[in-house]
């Protein structure tokens, strides 16, 4: 991402930085494939992952006036949907240890995100095992291996150094092994 990034007409930047949601919204709409697949992965429910899009789309509309280096949209998008998701998943976390038994009996989920990656029965239980993954284990996986970021853009997005996240995707995939053993093997083999 950080050098494959899409061109973006510096006039529009400026425009949205003068609040011109238009200009706005045609800067975001080359990017809501790739912010949706990157939040349904990491959060297992369509649903949900509007509502950070929406969240992290707000966020970034107030904010657009900090963007300095109109070249780099893409990425400061997704690093402020990157912050949404973290904070919404910690909070989902903190009301299940909190006893919401509501909130801690999530339903399992399949991901369509996945289904091209995996036949549909190996994408449900990656899904599961996915879900299962620490937070951060889980951003780093889904960044490097769904979205297929390098380590210098992901140290970037995540505010962590390259070798930091190496270590969360290697222990990531040996979380994953472990779970499901052949079939993590053969995915990431592809």
């Known amino acids: 991402m950080a050098s494959g990034e899409p061109a973006v007409d510096p006039a529009l930047v ?3 930085q003068g609040g011109e949601r238009a200009a706005f ?19 297992g429910d369509g649903a949900v992952a509007e509502d950070v899009a929406q969240d992290a789309l707000r966020t970034a509309f107030e904010k657009i006036g900090q963007l300095e280096r109109p070249e780099k ?17 910690r909070d989902d976390v903190q009301r299940a240890h909190l006893g919401d038994t509501a909130l801690a009996d999530i339903p399992a989920r ?14 449900t239980r990656l899904a599961l095992a ?18 297929g970021l390098s380590y210098a853009a992901m140290a970037e997005l995540c505010e962590a150094s390259e070798n ?3 270590v969360r995707v290697h222990r990531a995939k040996a ?15 592809r």
Do not use: G
């Not at 949209?73 to 998943?89: D, P």
């Not at 399949?110 to 994408?123: H, P, W």
């Not at 994953?176 to 993590?184: D, I, T």
């Open 110 to 123: 399949a991901r369509s995100a996945l289904s091209s990656i995996v036949r549909r029965e190996s994408a």
């Open 175 to 189: 979380l994953l092994k472990q779970q499901l053993r052949a079939v993590v093997a053969t995915w990431l083999l």
């Open 130 to 147: 996915i879900d299962r993954l620490p937070i951060l284990l889980r951003e780093a996986f889904v960044l490097f291996h769904v979205e």
């Open 164 to 166: 930091t996240l190496q």
């Open 14 to 16: 400026r425009a949205a």
């Open 25 to 43: 919204e045609r800067l975001f709409e080359p990017q809501r494939e790739r912010l949706l697949r990157f939040l349904t992965v990491m959060t």
């Open 73 to 89: 949209f893409a990425s400061w998008l997704l690093s402020i949907a990157v912050n949404r998701c973290r904070n919404r998943l």
